[in-house]
Every structure is written in structure tokens, then in C-alpha cells.
């Protein structure tokens, strides 16, 4: 669809500055650092989010690119305005393009990690973001974006660890979820029959019983947090094995409703759904916003 990759939107409708600007850059921020225009362009963006997100202006930060992809979530895919800078990955819902996003969710790079998936169907130039909050698959445009978008994260995430000096994140990766239209029975037992509740330690669907234990995940949360059966037995068997204690586990009745009602829904995805949507043939729709393409400012 539309432009490809390369045709690079200048900043400020003026392509000489812009590219004076890029050539007095060095590859994701050295003298980036410094740079008014940087400068400007996160404080836009800090503008975007306005109050409902975090201030991003810290010192060494420089916004490298941005655009929009379109996020599996757990009723559907939808497009987000992603932001890359060169130490965190920031989104948020589109609620004017350009303009003003919200729900802002920022995924500190060093932990984050990407791993290809397979076209399949429509579903095409995707991959999976892992991190140890909440790991999940984007959809870029166009196979050229994916590859842009991949080499600028992986590129930003392999010098901030060089720069840190470690060569891998050791945190534990949260799971992708599986969404929830592509489970029909619990993934674990079957029944076809059954509430929805996602395995926070391996991401599948499962049902109340097959899911009422508990386990702390401390990347993902402060309080123990809903596993599938199988997780639960190799999460004890692994603590035993390590001598560490942390189970929990819930009292099957009772406790279920409250449980998910407050994890569940924790989701970020599925509220505060862009203005413009409102048919059923949005996702179409939203993934034409014009000028939506990843913009690179290196
Ligand atoms: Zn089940
Ligand atoms: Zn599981």
C-alpha cells in the first residue's frame, strides 16, 4: 500500500533542512543527543500524549523513528502510533493522527527482543515484540517497513547493551497472548464451553479451572497472577529444583470472578479505541491513515 519505504516525510514540509539535519547526525544519537530538532521532536511527541503519558524528555534520548503498525490485541489487530528512541520503544492508541494518541506504554529497549513470525494468510510482514511486561505481534504495511523497522530496533537495542556493557537482557519474557477469537476451546482441557482467561507465564486461552492457579511473576506484576495448569506444574517443579518457594494458589470458588475481573481487563488494547472507528471494516480504514509509514530520522 501506498508510499514505499524511503519516501521519507520531511519534519517540517522542508527537505533541505531536514536533510542538513541528517547529516549532521550520527547514527541514533551522538550528536543526535544534542540536537535541537531532537529536542523538538520528542517534546512533540510528549505533546501527543499530553497528560495521559509520561514526560519522555531525558537526557540522551533521541526519537529515531516512528510510524504506525497495526498490534494483535485480544478482540483484534488495530493500529498503533509506535515511537522508537534510542533506549525505549514508546506507543499509544491513535486518537487523532498525529495529533494525540493516549494509553501510553513505554518498553525500556534493553529488554526487549524480536522474533520473525511467518505471512500467513492477510496477515503479513509481522513480528513478535518480547519484553518481560507484556510481549505481542505487530503488522507493518509493507515487507520493506518490516525490515526497516526491525534492523532500526535491533540496531538501537544491540548499542544500548554495548553501551551498557551486557549482551543480553536476563529478565523472563512475558508470552504473546493468543487472541482470544482464535481459541474456540480451552487450550488446555478443551472444553468448548468456558470464560476466557490467558496463561500469563505461556499466553494460551484457557478455562476457569484450568487456569485458577497462581504464580508470581514479578516482570509482569507484584502480585501472583493467573497460570495455566501446565505452567503451574513446571513453574513448581523448576522453584523446587531451586529451592525457592513462591506458590500460590487460589481457592477455585469464589475467588475466579474477582480474580479476572481485575487481570483480564488489564489489557491496555481494548478500550480507548480510536475515534475514527466505528464500521466493521475499520481495520482496512485505520491502516490507510495517510502518511502512517515509518519515518526514520537517521
Ligand atoms: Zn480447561
Ligand atoms: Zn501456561
Redesign the pocket.
Known amino acids: 500500500m501506498g508510499q514505499p519505504w524511503g519516501t521519507l516525510r520531511t519534519l517540517a514540509q522542508d527537505r533541505e533542512k531536514w536533510r542538513d539535519f541528517v547529516a549532521a547526525l550520527v547514527a541514533h544519537g551522538k550528536k543526535g543527543i544534542n540536537s535541537e530538532a531532537n529536542a523538538r521532536r520528542v517534546h512533540n511527541v510528549e505533546q501527543c500524549f499530553g497528560s495521559s503519558g509520561q514526560p519522555l524528555g531525558i537526557p540522551g534520548r533521541v526519537l529515531v523513528g516512528e510510524g504506525v503498525l497495526t498490534k494483535v490485541c485480544r478482540k483484534r489487530a488495530k493500529p498503533r502510533q509506535f515511537f522508537l528512541f534510542n533506549d525505549a520503544l514508546v506507543y499509544g492508541n491513535i486518537i487523532l493522527h498525529k495529533k494525540k494518541y493516549n494509553k501510553q506504554q513505554i518498553l525500556p529497549l534493553g529488554d526487549v527482543k524480536l522474533e520473525n513470525v511467518n505471512d500467513d494468510g492477510n496477515l503479513r510482514n509481522g513480528w513478535k515484540i518480547i519484553n518481560p511486561k507484556k510481549s505481542f505481534v505487530v503488522y507493518a504495511a509493507t515487507a520493506t517497513e518490516k525490515k526497516e523497522w526491525m534492523a532500526h530496533i535491533r540496531k538501537c537495542v544491540d548499542d544500548l547493551l554495548l553501551q551498557r556493557g551486557i549482551t543480553k537482557s536476563c529478565s523472563a519474557d512475558s508470552p504473546v497472548w493468543v487472541p482470544d477469537n482464535e481459541a474456540k476451546n480451552c487450550m488446555h482441557c478443551s472444553k468448548s464451553e468456558f470464560s476466557m482467561h490467558h496463561?500469563r507465564?505461556?499466553g494460551?486461552v484457557a478455562c476457569n479451572s484450568c487456569t485458577s492457579k497462581r504464580w508470581l511473576l514479578p516482570e509482569q506484576s507484584p502480585k501472583p497472577i493467573r497460570?495455566?495448569l501446565?505452567?503451574y506444574q513446571k513453574l513448581s517443579s523448576q522453584a523446587s529444583q531451586n529451592h525457592v518457594t513462591r506458590k500460590y494458589s487460589v481457592n477455585k470458588t469464589g475467588d475466579d470472578r474477582q480474580a479476572s475481573s481485575g487481570d483480564d481487563s488489564s489489557d491496555d488494547e481494548d478500550e480507548g479505541a480510536p475515534a475514527r472507528q466505528n464500521g466493521s471494516n475499520t481495520e482496512a480504514e485505520e491502516l490507510a491513515i495517510h502518511d502512517a509509514h515509518f519515518q526514520s530520522y537517521d
Open positions: 496463561c507465564s505461556c494460551i497460570v495455566c501446565t505452567c
